[in-house]
């Protein structure tokens, strides 16, 4: 077995993954509740954010 040549891989992105969304959601749901704007402006960049992570190419 060659486990040298193995990618250590980590949960850290599939967690961000997870939070953004819930993020994104909760900022989807108060905008519509509250009428803020800003909730929306949240909500984007947090799913911006989920697809950034989601596809970037690590070098």
């Known amino acids: 077995m060659d486990t040298q040549n ?17 993020t994104g959601i909760a900022g989807i ?3 519509f509740l509250s ?6 402006l949240a909500a984007a960049l947090a799913f911006g954010t989920l697809l950034y992570v989601s596809f970037r190419k690590d070098h």
């Open 6 to 22: 193995t990618p250590k891989t980590s949960a850290i992105p599939g967690l961000a993954i997870i939070g953004l969304i819930l």
């Open 29 to 31: 749901v108060h905008a």
């Open 35 to 40: 009428g803020a704007a800003v909730s929306l």
